[in-house]
Structure formats: structure tokens, C-alpha cells
């Protein structure tokens, strides 16, 4: 399990995810047609070091692979790690954006999913579920609760709802390092793993589909889309795990969960 943090170090982390937020809100102001994704990207950039911040993902390696954008942004059949390109958003689409920071050597992780204008019916009940199963897999990670529950509730909304769960792409911990331990996928059994203890702090991030739970991978090595070409939402926020209710560090806006 990842380290129980101090009071200091705490206060850090919400200072990186409120930064984190805060970028999030202004980048997802800019989608529209006719933008690319590449202008997003470096828009992002610009808020970063207007913040004095640092992307946790520019450079970040995988091996021999080293990932080439300042955030993620994945379009509509794409689930994660999507790249900024010359690709022009479009009426209809709905866009994954996922901001990572570095700030004062602590990580702040978040994403949402934006549509743009006038989306199907499907696919808005697709965003609904998803930030309903973060808020229901939020509302239940708290001190002593098995991180199975947590993760169970994630996919038990998404079947609810016809929907199935990414199983290849977790959450996970995170603090000095984007990716700490433990993992947490948006799959799992009631009353398994290990108990949750106040001062952890976890990105809790749903990536729900709306057909097949099937993924491949595109040929730049990163972006990863669903199986079957149908539509993909991915929301995500840092918690921190108290001995009462959890704290949603990535506190943003009126979409932000109750």
C-alpha cells in the first residue's frame, strides 16, 4: 500500500490537484468545433507554466516509449492516453481530457469527459453512468472499507446500466509518483483486498464503455481505443481517504460530484 501521508504532505497534494482542478475547468472551456486537439494540448501547456507547474505525463516513460503530450485527449471511440494532433474536434463529439501536474513535487490527477453540443441519447447516459459510478465508488471509499467495495461499485453501475468496464486500465495511488500503489480497477468483489486507511490518496477514475469491454491499441502506442469503434467516458478524481467522509482533492465546478 502506498505510504499514509502527514498533515505537511497533505496540504501539498491539495495544492497540486486544486492546480490540477483549476487547469481541467479552463482547458474543457476551450472545446469546440473546429479546434484542434493540438491547440488544446498547448493551451494546457500554457496554463501549466502560467501556474508554475510541471505536466506528469510530458516524457513520461513505458519502456521504450515516451508519451509526446502535456495532457491526454481522447475523442469519442478513444478511452485514454490519446495524443494532441491536427485532428479538429467535431459537433457531437465528446472529448476525454485527462490533466496531470507536478507541483512542488506532488502529483494532482484528474479528468472528465466533454461533449460537444448535441450528443445521443446513448452516449449522454454513457456520461451520466460514468460520473455516477465515481460518485457511488467516492461516496464508499472511506477509512476500514475493503478497496474491493470500492471498485465493485464502479462496475456494478455500468452493468446496471448496459454498459461494460476497461479492465486492461486501472486507477491507481498516487502522491510523489502519477502511478502508486495500490491499483485500482473499476472492477472487483465485495469484501476483497486490502482495507483503505485514512491519509491514502487514490485517483479514482471510471473508463466505461458503451458496447464491447474489448480495447486495442493504435499504432503511436499510446492512444487506446474500444474494441468495437463505440463510444468511450472516462471521469476522474484524487481522493483522500479520511477516518470520516472522503475528500475529493480535484474539487471543480458544477459538475463537481456531491
Known amino acids: 500500500m502506498i505510504p499514509i ?3 505537511h504532505e497533505i496540504a501539498k497534494m491539495r495544492q497540486a490537484c486544486r492546480t490540477a482542478s483549476e487547469i481541467l475547468e479552463r ?10 486537439t493540438k491547440e488544446i494540448d498547448e493551451a494546457a501547456a500554457d496554463l501549466m507554466h502560467e501556474a508554475g507547474v510541471k505536466s506528469a505525463f510530458l516524457g513520461y516513460r513505458l519502456g521504450h516509449r515516451v508519451f ?4 491526454c485527449i481522447s475523442l469519442n471511440d478513444e478511452i485514454v492516453h490519446g495524443i494532441g494532433s491536427q485532428r479538429r474536434i467535431q459537433y457531437g463529439d465528446i472529448v476525454k481530457l485527462d490533466i496531470g501536474v507536478i507541483e512542488d513535487g506532488w502529483v494532482g490527477d484528474t479528468a472528465s469527459t466533454v461533449p460537444v453540443g448535441m450528443i445521443d441519447a446513448r452516449t449522454e447516459k454513457l456520461l ?13 471509499a472511506s477509512e476500514g472499507v475493503r478497496l474491493g467495495d470500492v471498485c465493485a461499485a464502479v462496475e456494478e453501475e455500468a452493468i446496471r446500466d448496459g454498459f461494460s468496464v476497461v479492465r486492461e486500465f486501472v486507477g491507481h495511488g498516487v502522491g510523489r509518483k502519477l502511478h502508486e ?15 483503505l486507511k485514512a491519509g491514502m490518496t487514490l485517483a479514482i477514475e471510471p473508463m466505461i464503455n458503451s458496447g464491447t469491454a474489448a480495447v486495442r491499441l493504435l499504432d503511436d502506442g499510446w492512444t487506446v481505443c474500444t474494441g468495437d469503434g463505440m463510444a468511450s467516458a472516462h471521469f476522474e478524481h484524487t481522493v483522500l481517504i479520511t477516518k470520516n467522509e472522503p475528500e475529493i482533492l480535484t474539487f471543480r465546478g458544477q459538475r463537481q460530484l456531491k
Open 5 to 7: 501521508k502527514s498533515g
Open 128 to 140: 451520466r453512468t460514468t460520473e455516477s459510478a465515481l460518485r457511488r465508488a467516492i461516496g464508499s
Open 68 to 71: 509526446p503530450g502535456n495532457i
Open 181 to 195: 500503489e495500490p491499483q485500482v480497477p473499476n472492477y472487483g468483489k465485495r469484501g476483497n483486498g486490502p482495507r
Open 27 to 36: 482547458v474543457s472551456e476551450l472545446v469546440r468545433p473546429g479546434i484542434t
